[in-house]
């Protein structure tokens, strides 16, 4: 089973699971009514962190498999879009003292005009990236994993946030949309840049470059041949 497909489906299998299970209400209420906050997000980070290191040790130990060759354009829309993933990330990381967990009185503010989950769909749309521009079945079998993790953990947030925060979550709801644009669309809320700032742009913008430029080094597969590995 070590060094193919099945193992690393195994590991993903854990991986997302366990963040299923560890995120339920059955579950995770009466664990921190026993342990505590602190200690159960020690746990919950221990087990992650176990999980994404048995992904790792499997991803580099799976068969290369190629089911197909991805199309050119595939890989250019990755490249393409990866910075947006990155922004998304870090704007989410960088506002989100300021929203949801704790409503500002005046409504969503910053990326989280744009969705309530930026850090989820940054890191869905880092999966469909690596999905469409690889066609191996490790590549596949790993990014469509947390992809999946990312989009159906958006929707149990949100349940679990309305279980637990009642009104004041149903006020911040109706402002904002899990699914990105939505709440604008439908103008519940206003698309403000200026809220997000340039330093969460600059931050994933500089993210994205050095993910770049290292790729090759630490996943053997260079984007662009003439950046990976440029201060090598």
């Known amino acids: 089973m070590i060094g193919s497909l ?8 854990f991986f997302v699971g366990s963040h299923f299970v560890l995120s339920s209400l059955p579950i995770r209420t009466p664990v921190i009514t026993k342990i505590g906050d602190k200690a159960f997000a020690g746990l919950y980070s221990l087990i992650a962190l176990a999980g994404m290191i048995w992904i790792v040790m499997a991803y580099r130990a799976a068969p290369d498999i190629v089911y197909w060759e991805p199309h050119t354009a595939f890989k250019h829309l990755s490249l393409s879009l990866m910075p947006v993933a990155t922004i998304c990330i870090v704007a989410g990381t960088v506002n989100a ?10 409504g969503p503010r910053g990326i989280f005009r744009i ?5 989820m769909w940054g890191t869905a749309l880092w999966g469909i ?20 993790l990312a989009i159906i953990g958006t929707h149990l947030g949100d349940r679990r946030k309305a279980l637990t925060l009642g009104d004041e979550w149903q006020r911040a709801a109706a402002q904002t949309s899990n699914i990105p644009f939505a ?17 969460p ?4 913008f500089a993210v994205y470059l050095v993910l770049l430029i290292l790729h090759e080094t630490f996943f053997g597969i260079a984007p662009m041949s003439w950046v990976s590995g440029l201060f090598d």
């Open 6 to 13: 099945t193992h690393l489906s195994a590991a993903m299998l």
């Open 97 to 106: 003292r300021k929203n949801l967990e704790a409503p500002d009185v005046n």
């Open 115 to 119: 969705t309530r989950h930026p850090m």
């Open 129 to 148: 990236l690596h999905v469409l521009g690889n066609g191996d079945g490790a590549a596949l079998i790993l990014f469509s994993g947390f992809s999946f």
């Open 183 to 199: 709440a604008i669309f439908q103008k519940r809320t206003e698309f403000k840049a200026s809220e997000i700032g340039w330093l």
């Open 201 to 204: 742009v600059i931050i994933g």
